[in-house]
């Protein structure tokens, strides 16, 4: 009886285990899994990231054109486009003789302005071919200041009577500037959300295991 007693509790506890060791395996492909939708979440975020700016700025360039189109229609596209001008106007001074003109009415906001914004649009849909979104770190700041003070002086002297600026040099100025900037606001984005993802993770996990 001791003896078929033993065999039976010997074989109990290898069935047992068998069960352990198999609960682990599972443990551990569950954390595989995890570990793999993990990292695929985050090298869908700078896609998304980028997709959602690029989506904005195209929005923002096409309501910019959007202004003066509406207003040569007339009727109610009229005050569609006083709204759009009217949305603009904190953001420029929208001076008739500083602006681009369509169909006999000017731009949404000046020259500078729509070439900035331009230059913006342009330089993200061309992040992902010169930068790609593996690296997230900066350029260097003086590939950024460099714009910025041309800008700055092509206004400071316009504005101290020195020398007086043109269309062209503000397009050019703004057009730098704005074609520079996506190579710091997109990979900061990025990192802002990927920090904000992960701390919301790590958030969900720790509530989890309690």
């Not at 681009?100 to 849909?125: E, N, P, Q």
């Not at 606001?185 to 920090?195: A, N, Q």
Request: hydrophobic fraction near 50%.
């Amino acid at each position: 009886m001791l003896k078929n007693f033993k065999k039976v509790n010997l074989k109990n506890k290898k069935y047992s285990l068998k069960i352990s060791y198999k609960m682990l395996k599972l443990n551990d492909y569950e954390k595989k899994d995890n570990t793999i939708l993990l990292k695929t979440q985050i090298k869908k975020i700078p896609v998304i990231v980028y997709l959602f700016l690029l989506f904005f700025v195209l929005i923002w360039n096409a309501l910019i054109i959007l202004a003066p189109c509406l207003a040569s229609i007339g009727g109610i596209w009229s005050d569609a486009s006083i709204l759009l001008y009217k949305f603009f106007s904190p953001y420029c001074h929208q001076e008739d003789s500083r602006s681009f003109h369509v169909f006999g009415y000017k731009f949404g906001v000046c020259s500078r302005c729509t070439l900035i914004y331009l230059g913006f649009l342009a330089g993200s849909i061309i992040f992902p071919l010169v930068r790609g979104f593996k690296k997230k770190d900066m350029p260097p700041i003086w590939l950024l200041l460099i714009p910025v003070f041309l800008l700055f002086t092509d206004f400071l002297f316009d504005i101290l009577d020195i020398l007086r600026n043109s269309f062209t040099t503000r397009s050019i100025t703004g057009f730098l500037v704005g074609a520079v900037l996506p190579f710091y606001i997109i990979p900061g984005t990025i990192i802002f959300v990927e920090e904000v993802n992960a701390f919301i993770k790590n958030y969900k996990n720790a509530g989890k295991s309690k």
